[in-house]
Each structure stands twice: as C-alpha cells, then as structure tokens.
C-alpha cells in the first residue's frame, strides 16, 4: 500500500524557515516524480513544487519561487521543502504527492497533510 | 502560465442529479487534466485523468471529457457521498481551478 506521511508543520514567525518532510513507502520511492501542493484555511488547492525522479529536476510556483527549495533523499525515500522567508499568506495545510504513473499526468496519492502556520 | 477557470464555482443540487462541472484552460493542454473530489478535513482525491480516464476504485457515474482547452466532469446521479469540492488540474504547468463546491 502507498503511504506518504508528511511532518515538519508548525508554527513560525514572519520571515522564519521550516523544512517539511514526506516519508514514502509502499512503492519505488527513487521511480516517481513528486510535489508539493498546500491549501490556505478556506481556499483551494495550490500547486507549489515538483521535483522529477532523480532530484534535477525542479518546479515551483511563482509564488514561492526564491523562498521555498523541493528535494529528495531516495535512499531513505524522503521528500523535502525548506521554507524560508516565510509570510502569513503561506499559512496552509502542505500536502505531498506522488505522480500516479511513470508520466506526470495525476496526482494519484496524497499524504495526510501537516499544517504551516506563519503568525507572530 | 496556464490558468484553469471552472464554472460554476458553487452548485446546489439534489441526490439523483446529474451535474456537469466545466474546467476550462487559458491555452491548448491536450488532455493533460484530471479532476480531483475534496472533502473537509481529508486529502484530496483523483476522480479522472488523461481527461477521460476513470481512476481505479472511482464509480462509474463520474465521468470526465474534453480535450484542448474545455473540459467537463459529469456526475451521472449525485450520491449523498459526493458533496464535496471539486478541482480540476492541468499537467502542462500543475496548477489547479478554483474549485467547485457541489451542495445540498
């Protein structure tokens, strides 16, 4: 069974950084591309990163593109965002994601989700 | 960058409806889109990708078309499972519509 367990949320001051990290097992962790897609209290889906299978591959949204770093450890099948010069509109529940197939056409498994609250 | 604009953003309906959400595209992207099923609390939830292509697991009455830059989700009759909010997602670029939120 595919599992993603996402940890690292929490509560950080404006302008502080946090790392996120997304346990995978149940599957070839080092064969899947990756995201990273959050959702602020209220609103809808964000796509925010993805990182292709070998880790040299990168995307990110405009919105936190300077700030926030996607990559991947395929030897303990961890999944990672470092956050930085966090804002308040970065409040979210972070989710990770794994593409469903070999080609990014879904996201077909989703972690639990761990909550970023950025608030002084 | 793509933007994704779904119509409408908020729909009320009754069990046994049919109900058709329409996502459309700022430019071409093929059938690269898949729709999501959200609800309160859990993680989002792949109805349909490739455009038309039913996930495992997901009933029959969810249905997806479309090609280019208009797509649609079809629920062939609403079940009381299935209030909840709907996303679109395109794979040329990741981003998501807006979301519509199907209620009672």
């Known amino acids: 069974e595919v599992q993603l367990v996402e940890s690292g949320g929490g509560l950080i001051q404006p302008g502080g950084s946090l790392r996120l990290s997304c346990s995978g097992s149940g599957f070839s962790f080092s064969t899947y591309w990756m995201h990273w897609v959050r959702q602020a209290p209220g609103k809808g889906l964000e796509w925010v990163s993805r990182i292709d299978s070998e880790g040299i591959g990168t995307n990110y949204a405009d919105s936190v593109r300077g700030r926030f770093t996607i990559s991947r450890d395929n030897a303990k099948s961890t999944l990672f965002l470092q956050m930085s010069s966090l804002r308040a509109e970065d409040t979210a529940v972070y989710y990770c994601a794994r593409d469903l197939g070999r080609i990014s056409e879904a996201l077909g498994y989703w972690g639990q989700g761990t909550l970023v609250t950025v608030s002084s | 960058d793509i933007q994704l604009t779904q119509s409408p953003s908020f729909l009320s309906a009754s069990v046994g409806d049919r109900v058709t959400i329409t996502c459309r595209a700022s430019?071409?992207?093929?059938?690269?889109l898949a729709w999501y099923q959200e609800k309160p609390g859990k993680a989002p939830k792949l109805l349909i990708y490739a455009a038309s292509t039913l996930q495992s697991g997901v009933p029959s009455r969810f249905s997806g078309s479309g090609s280019g830059t208009e797509f649609t989700l079809t629920i062939s009759s609403l079940q009381p499972e299935d209030f909840a909010t709907y996303y679109c997602?395109?794979?040329?670029?990741?981003?998501f519509g807006q979301g519509t939120k199907v209620e009672i």
């Open positions: 997602q395109q794979f040329y670029g990741w981003t």
């Open positions: 430019q071409d992207i093929r059938s690269y």
